[in-house]
């Protein structure tokens, strides 16, 4: 379904992707990923034939360099936010199905692929960042793509919004979509991905299982917890005796948890009567192995 092969963005000396090959299959659900800078969201860019680039890109057998305009056509694309006009939630996938010559047909379909059928005659000015994200998506469905390009969805909702989004695009893999998306969260990474491709400095470093992200990068998830200053030293105690590794933080400490045992060290620190002020669990700027304790 897509092919890279060599792919090169420069800017002027810069070379923001270089020499990148990768090829994804009808129906697979690849992440991008790597810290800011490594190259995911131009690599997007590329893919929507936005960027001129060196090499070669084809998007269901379509030439991105040579017939952009058609290759896009193959392409639904939700960006990390979306500003729409002052219109209703119909109204908006109207105007957007006569953009993209889609059959207002579709409409009704995509309202109940994403849950909006109830919204449908809500301004867009009223909805929830949700809900916004959502519409974003729908209007990426209104064509029926074959392909479906993501560049951080979630990032900027919160927990209940970012559940509901990854499972709707469960679903649309399910279905049969191939699916492109760029995150820096683990957890999206293991429910979305069947693949991922990690960039670095502008190249592919790796091409693995999801599962095997976290090992073969040395990559932790970490708990931050908040206490008072006065409990500081008994937290370290504590936290030590159970054998977790950790890192304090000023008035937080950071530690290591595992992806079922998130909530194991607030427990401990209660049955310690240590109060916690706070607590977030870090779950996408992942801490390396051996970074400074200190």
């Keep these: 379904m897509i092919i890279a092969k060599n792919l090169t963005k420069r800017y002027r000396k810069h070379a923001a992707l270089h020499e990148v090959s990768f090829t994804i299959k009808a129906g697979e659900s690849v992440a991008l990923w790597g810290a800011n800078g490594a190259g995911k969201t131009t690599t997007l860019r590329c893919l929507l034939g936005v960027h001129a680039f060196e090499g070669e890109l084809s998007v269901n057998g379509i030439d991105v360099r040579k017939r952009g305009k058609a290759a896009r056509a193959a392409i639904g694309y939700v960006p990390q936010e979306t500003t729409f006009y002052d219109l209703t939630v119909v109204e908006t996938l109207y105007f957007y199905a006569r953009l993209k010559k889609a059959s207002v047909s579709r409409i009704d379909d995509v309202l109940t692929q994403v849950h909006l059928s109830p919204h449908n005659a809500k301004r867009v000015t009223m909805l929830s960042g949700g809900m916004k994200q959502r519409l974003a998506l729908a209007v990426a469905?209104?064509?029926?793509?074959?392909?479906?390009?993501?560049?951080?969805?979630?990032?900027?909702?919160?927990?209940?919004?970012?559940?509901?989004?990854?499972?709707?695009?469960?679903?649309?893999?399910?279905?049969?979509?191939?699916?492109?998306?760029?995150?820096?969260?683990?957890?999206?990474?293991?429910?979305?991905?069947?693949?991922?491709?990690?960039?670095?400095?502008?190249?592919?470093?790796?091409?693995?299982?999801?599962?095997?992200?976290?090992?073969?990068l040395g990559l932790h998830r970490w708990l931050r917890i908040w206490v008072p200053a006065e409990h500081k030293a008994q937290t370290l105690n504590v936290?030590?005796?159970?054998?977790?590794?950790?890192?304090?933080?000023?008035?937080?400490?950071?530690?290591q948890v595992s992806l079922s045992g998130k909530v194991a060290p607030l427990r401990l620190l209660e049955s310690a009567q240590i109060p916690v002020e706070d607590f977030d669990l870090i779950d996408g700027e992942l801490l390396l192995q051996g970074e400074n304790d200190d």
């Design 239 to 255: 936290l030590g005796e159970q054998g977790y590794r950790f890192m304090p933080n000023g008035h937080s400490v950071y530690v």
């Design 141 to 216: 469905l209104l064509s029926d793509p074959p392909v479906l390009v993501l560049d951080e969805p979630t990032a900027s909702l919160d927990v209940k919004a970012q559940r509901d989004f990854i499972h709707m695009v469960q679903s649309l893999s399910q279905a049969g979509k191939t699916i492109v998306f760029s995150s820096h969260r683990l957890d999206e990474v293991l429910a979305l991905g069947s693949r991922v491709l990690v960039l670095d400095e502008g190249k592919l470093i790796l091409d693995c299982a999801p599962q095997e992200l976290a090992p073969r």
